[in-house]
């Protein structure tokens, strides 16, 4: 079976330091809840929903507020809703009240699915084919209710039973996925509705998508292919799973430390050279962790320094052989898949469509951006004076800018700004600015027993502005042990529409049952038909209030502010997304747009008319000054021209390597060593020497290789796409709080999801009188539309990629 429709979507974690990059923990003061406390007038800041202030709309604004800054408060919040509603299972699921429901749960979905199947397989009327599509979307709907949900599960839940009993229930549908994967009548009975115009005349533009998107993700499963062919393709993907997991957890240095005179670390920290010291007077340093990385920002001595990088930058022989046996794999595969490289079978249902295209952009970007990186190695070739800058400099001259810049007067006082961002006042930040744009809001809502898997799970609950229920989030954002710390956005349920067909079915084979396995549903105003509703977890690793009443609440750094507004971008994705059916639901789309809403998110956290809408002291409720807000945007840019050029500059070369070896034909000898120098050489202002000895082989420690193959241009990609819309439909903060402007967004290219062409999101969005959209560039993508987003540039506001 195709495994686009098979596989639950999930959201790649790009290595952007938004996303990934651990928070601030702050020390506790002392915070009285009491009625006068500043969480109580909450609303007293620069706001007003979008609509008529109602009583209703305060109430909830203030409630948002506590439930996150107040622990008393929270606790007595859901202490009174557990008593007024019914127990139920995990996220409202019927089935999940105990470990044994996972298995029920997986189980009926299962007879669910097997009966799909075989009516697909039997289809021979003309009405048989004209409900196919939508038969095989609630196919892929059904595995991912169980996958998508188990996976999460048994990752997040704390209990061990509940852990294993999800993990069955996700190796149960695995299993049954893989069955589907060597069915190949569905394959022709979708190809046989495909091509029969009497079927696809009855279509809506959305069934066609879906089912276009089947046939192409069929065609890249090999179930086409004669069985000798398809074994081999299936024997090929698992040995790719194989040697890609060894490459990604085996990363090692050819050398494990580098032994130096302990005299030539003059300014590590000596508590760090005591510890690597050794009893002849020289130092092992090793080429791996923290300590490395401290070493190539303070040690004085340059010739040190360089053979610290060098060592850091070239990988064990047997991880290389890793890679290019992963590689040559792939470049099989696609061949035997009907491709020219692995590159042009990953890239043909994507934006790019190409390597050819991907290769215009990024050079293009190259040179968008060469202008601020010579600027930012001149001021840093004038501190070091008449010997040229070297990249093991880099990081050394960087922290010396970095200190000095942070020894000012201004950026001094930026120590305070936590105190204005407590997370409950983030969260009306958030819900604030989605209702001024975009009609929608966020309303505290009591959970269940049973509902969550912590205690300091709080719900939310989406509305719109006639108080019509859309969605549902779970935040846990708070730390606790053993949870993973990385933030992220998970999508638990897809929204869809559910047919009367369905809502029949369910009653004859289970009065009990219902047709969303209990979770939320609501009734379309205008279609009048039942939809499941997005069902959305956020997780992040913020630090607890304090359980008593006495202490101050969860306060964010601004890096942390940027992180939530981030993830909430995913979220607000899969809110606005709603089609009629889950294979393009919300951030079911191209893989090189998926990060674009999240991307974008990031710039209003800190724009001066959203701050002023929610950034208030968690204390004193007073609001965060204009000085302030200007010296924060002065400190971003400060430290964006001190390193962000060179930043982007390494990334795109990591996506031009990424390219590189992905565009390579099957049976060729494979030297990715070679292949780095060259396209180092080719695009970066600091490339590794080449007549170092061994010469260096960073791509050994580029894990994400494996996980994003002839993919990882789509951050930056979506950051340049990003910048452009917020130039031209936000005008560069101007109109941040402006509902045309997000009205214009939201209808362009968040309601869509993924049933739509990328391409017509962007010129949708950007307008038919821009200069981007001269003759068609951006519709018609490709080649010139590729290079036309490298011109854009990628900004110089902070470093997010």
């Known amino acids: 079976m195709s495994a686009h429709m098979l596989m639950p979507f999930r959201r790649r974690p790009w290595t952007c330091r938004t996303c990934l990059q651990r928070l601030q923990r702050l020390q506790?003061?002392?915070?009285?809840?009491?009625?006068?406390?500043?969480?109580?007038?909450?609303?007293?800041?620069?706001?007003?929903?979008?609509?008529?202030?109602?009583?209703?709309?305060?109430?909830?604004?203030?409630?948002?507020?506590?439930?996150?800054?107040?622990?008393?408060?929270?606790?007595?919040?859901?202490q009174r809703s557990s008593a007024q509603t019914k127990p139920t299972g995990l996220v409202q699921n019927q089935y999940l009240t105990s470990p044994e429901g996972f298995r029920t749960f997986a189980g009926n979905t299962l007879q669910k699915c097997q009966a799909i199947v075989t009516k697909v397989l039997q289809a021979s009327t003309l009405e048989d084919y004209r409900t196919m599509a939508r038969d095989l979307d609630r196919l892929s709907d059904l595995l991912c209710r169980v996958i998508d949900l188990s996976d999460f599960i048994r990752v997040i839940h704390p209990d061990p039973q509940v852990q294993d009993a999800a993990t069955q229930a996700y190796a149960l549908m695995f299993e049954y996925m893989n069955v589907l994967n060597t069915t190949t009548g569905l394959h022709d009975q979708l190809k046989t509705a495909a091509a029969n115009a009497d079927v696809t005349s009855h279509w809506s533009e959305e069934e066609k998508i879906v089912a276009h998107i089947l046939i192409k993700d069929f065609s890249n499963s090999a179930?086409?292919?004669?069985?000798?062919?398809?074994?081999?393709?299936?024997?090929?993907?698992?040995?790719?799973?194989?040697?890609?997991?060894?490459f990604v957890n085996s990363a090692e240095p050819a050398k494990s430390h580098v032994v130096v005179g302990a005299n030539s670390l003059r300014g590590l920290d000596p508590i760090l050279v005591q510890k690597i010291k050794r009893w002849n007077r020289t130092a092992s340093v090793p080429t791996t962790g923290l300590i490395p990385r401290l070493a190539l920002r303070s040690v004085h001595d340059?010739?040190?320094?360089?053979?610290?990088?060098?060592?850091?930058?070239?990988?064990?022989?047997?991880?290389?052989?890793?890679?290019?046996?992963?590689?040559?794999k792939r470049a099989e595969l696609a061949k035997l898949s009907g491709f020219s490289s692995f590159g042009h079978m990953t890239l043909s249902d994507k934006m790019a469509k190409s390597p050819e295209a991907v290769s215009n952009f990024l050079t293009s970007l190259v040179g968008s951006n060469r202008e601020f990186v010579r600027e930012e190695l001149f001021r840093l070739q004038q501190m070091k004076g008449d010997s040229q800058i070297q990249p093991w400099d880099h990081a050394y001259y960087v922290h010396q800018?970095?200190?000095?810049?942070?020894?000012?007067?201004?950026?001094?006082?930026?120590?305070?700004?936590?105190?204005?961002?407590?997370?409950?006042?983030?969260?009306?930040?958030?819900?604030?600015?989605?209702?001024?744009?975009?009609?929608?809001?966020?309303?505290?809502?009591?959970t269940a027993s049973g509902e969550t898997w912590n205690p300091d799970v709080r719900r939310l609950d989406v509305v719109d502005e006639s108080g019509r229920h859309i969605a549902v989030i779970y935040c846990d954002l708070f730390s606790r042990p053993d949870k993973h710390p990385n933030p992220a956005h998970f999508t638990l349920r897809c929204s869809r529409e559910i047919s009367p067909e369905e809502v029949a079915e369910c009653a004859t084979l289970d009065q009990s049952a219902h047709p969303n396995d209990g979770m939320a549903t609501a009734i379309d105003p205008q279609s009048q038909t039942l939809r499941q509703l997005p069902t959305i977890a956020l997780v992040c690793d913020f630090a607890e209030p304090p359980a008593t009443g006495a202490g101050r609440p969860s306060l964010l750094s601004e890096h942390s502010v940027r992180t939530l507004f981030h993830e909430m971008g995913h979220a607000l994705h899969s809110i606005l997304g709603q089609t009629r059916l889950q294979s393009i639901s919300g951030t079911r789309c191209a893989t090189d747009f998926a990060e674009?809403?999240?991307?974008?998110?990031?710039?209003?956290?800190?724009?001066?008319?959203?701050?002023?809408?929610?950034?208030?002291h968690w204390e004193t409720d007073a609001p965060l000054s204009e000085n302030m807000m200007r010296s924060m945007e002065q400190d971003r840019t400060a430290h964006g021209s001190i390193y962000g050029a060179v930043?982007?500059?390494?990334?795109?070369?990591?996506?031009?390597?990424?390219?590189?070896?992905?565009?390579?034909?099957?049976?060729?000898?494979?030297?990715?060593?070679?292949?780095?120098?060259?396209?180092?050489?080719?695009?970066?202002?600091?490339?590794?020497?080449?007549?170092?000895?061994?010469p260096t082989s960073w791509q050994g420690f580029f894990g994400h290789l494996y996980g994003y193959g002839a993919t990882y241009y789509s951050y930056i990609f979506d950051r340049a796409i990003a910048n452009k819309m917020w130039e031209d439909v936000f005008q560069a903060g101007q109109a941040s709080v402006d509902r045309s402007a997000g009205e214009r967004y939201k209808n362009e290219v968040l309601r869509w999801g993924g049933g739509r062409n990328g391409w017509e999101c962007v010129a949708g969005v950007l307008g038919s009188g821009n200069p981007a959209n001269a003759d068609g560039r951006l519709v018609e993508g490709g080649d010139e539309a590729m290079r036309e987003v490298g011109r854009w540039g990628l900004g110089r506001d902070g470093v997010s990629g």
Do not use: C
């Open 28 to 78: 506790p003061r002392r915070y009285l809840e009491t009625a006068a406390s500043p969480a109580s007038h909450a609303t007293s800041s620069d706001y007003s929903p979008a609509n008529h202030t109602t009583r209703q709309k305060t109430t909830d604004d203030e409630t948002l507020r506590r439930v996150f800054d107040s622990q008393p408060f929270w606790r007595d919040f859901s």
């Open 223 to 246: 179930i086409h292919m004669p069985p000798n062919e398809r074994q081999r393709f299936v024997n090929l993907s698992n040995e790719i799973s194989q040697v890609g997991s060894a």
């Open 302 to 328: 340059e010739s040190t320094r360089r053979e610290v990088y060098l060592a850091t930058r070239t990988s064990s022989g047997r991880q290389i052989g890793r890679l290019e046996e992963l590689l040559a």
């Open 401 to 446: 800018r970095v200190m000095q810049h942070s020894q000012s007067r201004r950026s001094r006082e930026l120590s305070a700004v936590p105190e204005f961002f407590s997370l409950g006042t983030v969260m009306q930040g958030l819900s604030r600015l989605f209702d001024r744009l975009y009609g929608v809001r966020l309303v505290p809502q009591e």
């Open 596 to 616: 674009l809403p999240s991307v974008l998110m990031e710039r209003f956290a800190t724009e001066p008319a959203v701050l002023s809408m929610y950034a208030r």
């Open 647 to 694: 930043e982007n500059e390494s990334q795109i070369l990591m996506a031009l390597v990424d390219q590189a070896y992905h565009s390579l034909p099957a049976g060729g000898a494979i030297d990715s060593t070679h292949i780095y120098h060259q396209v180092s050489s080719a695009h970066s202002t600091l490339p590794d020497p080449a007549d170092s000895q061994p």
